[in-house]
Structure formats: structure tokens, C-alpha cells
């Protein structure tokens, strides 16, 4: 697998409404959003409401969410949302998976002005983000084989339940 792999990210320009573990270890403050009450408080409830599944509320979404495309999203798998409503430059950056989410940092909307679009987003140089990509992806394979491995199980007990009930009919009632 390649480090960092996108095709482990979801493209969706909100967050899933099913709760997720947020992944916050990594994480950079770079718009010093923990210095200001205000934006932390609107962090802490975003990471609420996805822990719960709520899903984020529509004030925290870039403006013509449903109009335009967001080219990050589209080419790194990054989302980003809005701290202090949708015209803000203060944005918390964050990859969604299908199984949780991970914050990337705060920051303006400075990633939008290089090219490629978050080139210089920190978190897609460090090895941490590619060996969590590469463990989901790893976690995945395995519950994917433990459960065609439990299917194909639950098939054969079915098949002989069927197969003695069968036997049994016959020999009560003498039919061969």
C-alpha cells in the first residue's frame, strides 16, 4: 500500500451521520483556535456531534457546498470546515474515513492557494498518517476475510442442519 493511500479517504462534502471516533493525536493548532474559547468550543461541538453521528451542522460547511466542487476534497481527500461561520478564514482541516475521522490541523485558507491544493498541509509528510491509513486498510482485509470466513461457516452448519433433516425424514418414513 502506498503511504497515504486516498482511495482509504471518503469524498463526501459533509461528515457521514453515523457516529466515528475522531482522531485527534497528531493534530496541529496552527490557527490558535485553543486560545480562543469562541472556536474551541465550536471544535469540541463538531467533534461531539461526529463522535455521536449527529453530523456537523450546516453552518460549519464552506458556502456553496452543493454548487461548487472543493478541489482539496476532490484530490487529497481533505475536508475542511468553517470555525466562526461559513465566510471565516479559521478552518480545521480533516481526512473522513468510512470508520472515523481525523483532524489535521487549524489554519487559514492558505492550502487553497498552493498547487497542488494542500501541498504543504503537514500531516500528509508524516509517517503517522500513512501507518494509520495502512492499519485501517490492514483492519479491513482481516474483517473482510473473518467475515467471508464466518458466512462460509454459517453456510456449511446450514447445509448439514438441512442435510440431517433430510437423513432423518427418510428414515422415518423409510424412503431411501
Not at 493525536?25 to 463522535?51: H, T, Y
Amino acid at each position: 500500500m502506498r503511504r497515504g493511500n486516498p482511495s482509504l479517504r471518503l469524498r463526501l462534502p459533509r461528515i457521514e451521520t453515523r457516529p466515528k471516533p475522531v482522531y485527534a493525536q497528531n493534530f496541529q493548532d496552527f490557527a490558535g483556535v485553543g486560545q480562543r474559547a469562541d472556536l474551541r468550543g465550536e471544535l469540541d461541538d463538531i467533534i461531539e456531534r461526529i463522535e455521536r453521528g449527529d453530523g456537523v451542522p450546516e453552518r460549519y460547511y464552506r458556502a456553496g457546498i452543493d454548487r461548487n466542487a472543493d478541489d482539496l476534497l476532490a484530490t487529497k481527500g481533505i475536508m475542511h470546515l468553517h470555525l466562526g461561520g461559513k465566510n471565516s478564514d479559521v478552518v480545521v482541516f480533516l481526512i473522513q474515513y468510512a470508520s472515523r475521522v481525523v483532524l489535521l490541523e487549524t489554519n487559514s485558507h492558505v492550502h487553497f492557494r498552493t498547487q497542488p491544493p494542500g501541498k504543504n498541509i503537514l500531516a500528509l509528510t508524516q509517517s503517522w498518517l500513512g501507518n494509520l491509513e495502512a492499519s485501517m486498510a490492514e483492519a479491513e482485509a482481516a474483517t473482510d476475510q473473518a467475515c467471508e470466513g464466518t458466512a462460509r461457516d454459517l453456510a456449511e452448519a446450514r447445509r448439514a442442519k438441512i442435510a440431517a433433516a433430510i437423513a432423518a425424514f427418510k428414515a422415518r418414513t423409510g424412503l431411501r
